[in-house]
């Protein structure tokens, strides 16, 4: 990592699908604040996933992992398509992002949920419910049932046995409730910790240190809630809550529970961060094979990511904000790609909807206006 704090490095993997779509679309954007802003990037792009399963013959090669190592943050597309489905499971493209969670000790995931005005008729539930709307759940990211030992499937007496463990230990909770408590602070003060201890003895002690961390955290309140009763609550009283704090499996559906509130998976980012504040950034959209090579794509999810690494890796807040309010202003003038299209609205492609962002951008700095929109 560079140690000029106003020059940094940045790793871009594209990835399958729509991720070598958004990711070229983010970099204008990215590369535009910069300037703007006064800092300097430096790119360099690898391979990962299902591209680097035919590249190379691995998800992940570890000429992309030393570049990842080396990197002040990592931006990401997409992994994955039908085409890699039949691999075993440990040659397929997730493992490609697993093993750079794993590698680079991403243990928080940052997931905001926000609804923009201009969008709350795209979702699912009624105006009022998700009018307003601005959540973030904090998912544990390098431990629990997807890195547990032991794992696999065995046979026994012609009868097959699928086994997962779910693991974490006191410093793995420890470490990720004093995130979300942090983050909390910075907000409204809320935290509810997900959990499902009336089950599963790993959860109860995942309570008991939560528990005990709040003791360091007195201006911030704490609630519990199982995480069968927290998915149902998202859906019935979304903005109950201000930020989440769970396991890296409830976190993983839970979220994509949230996303949907907003109206569209494409609009949702995210960060993925380690102790130093080194970040993995990406959308939380798969890589959409269905609409894959079209121009159809919705970029601002993976542009709302380049705003949380301009906040976050880059502490380069002016940056995020004038990405925040670009994307705002876009959605304000009615452009839409295909999947927040309503009637009414101008349906545009990927590089249309890019377009508007960097003329907001530049506008928005020229005028030195806008509205602080709190997305990361």
Same mark, same amino acid.
């Given at each position: ?5 106003? #020059?940094?490095? &940045? ?12 990711? =070229? ?18 790119? %360099? ?36 398509? =039908? ?128 528990? #005990? ?43 994509? +529970? ?32 269905? &609409? ?28 995020? %904000? ?20 309503? #009637? ?26 806008? +509205? ?5």
């Amino acid at each position: 990592m560079n140690s000029n704090s106003n #020059e940094y490095n &940045i790793l871009l993997l594209p990835g399958d699908g729509i991720g070598v779509e958004v990711v =070229p679309e983010a970099v204008r954007v990215m590369q535009s604040v910069a300037e703007l802003c006064n800092f300097t990037l430096k790119y %360099d792009e690898a391979l990962v996933g299902g591209c680097a399963i035919d590249a190379t013959g691995e998800p992940l090669p570890p000429e992309t992992l030393e570049l990842a190592r080396k990197s002040d943050a990592v931006l990401l597309g997409a992994v994955g398509g =039908p085409q890699w489905e039949s691999l075993p499971m440990a040659q397929r493209p997730e493992k490609g992002l697993l093993g750079l969670r794993s590698e680079l000790k991403l243990f928080a995931n940052l997931r905001p949920a926000l609804t923009f005005p201009a969008l709350a008729q795209s979702s699912s539930l009624k105006l009022e419910l998700v009018s307003g709307l601005d959540l973030l759940i904090i998912r544990e990211l390098t431990g629990g049932i997807y890195f547990g030992e032991p794992r696999g499937v065995e046979e026994n007496n012609g009868i097959r046995r699928g086994v997962n463990s779910y693991v974490y230990n006191e410093h793995e909770i420890r470490r990720i409730a004093r995130v979300a408590f942090d983050m909390a602070r910075k907000r409204n003060g809320r935290l509810c910790s997900v959990d499902k201890a009336n089950v599963l003895e790993v959860t109860q002690l995942w309570r008991d240190v939560v528990i #005990e961390v709040h003791a360091e955290y007195s201006d911030v309140s704490l609630s519990h809630m199982y995480v069968d009763n927290a998915g149902m609550q998202l859906v019935r009283e979304p903005k109950q809550f201000d930020v989440i704090v769970t396991g890296n499996m409830f976190g993983d559906i839970l979220s994509d +529970v949230a996303a949907m509130l907003t109206g569209s998976l494409g609009m949702l980012p995210s960060a993925s961060l380690n102790e130093n504040n080194q970040g993995m950034y990406e959308p939380v959209h798969g890589s959409a094979p269905d &609409i894959a090579g079209q121009g159809l794509a919705n970029p601002l999810a993976t542009i709302l990511s380049v705003a949380m690494m301009c906040r976050y890796s880059l502490e380069q807040p002016q940056a995020a %904000d004038l990405i925040e309010q670009a994307v705002q202003a876009t959605l304000d003038e009615g452009l839409r790609t295909s999947d927040i299209f309503t #009637e009414g609205s101008i349906q545009v492609g990927t590089r249309d909807m890019t377009d508007s962002v960097l003329k907001n951008v530049l506008e928005i700095h020229g005028n030195g206006s806008g +509205v602080r929109t709190n997305v990361s």
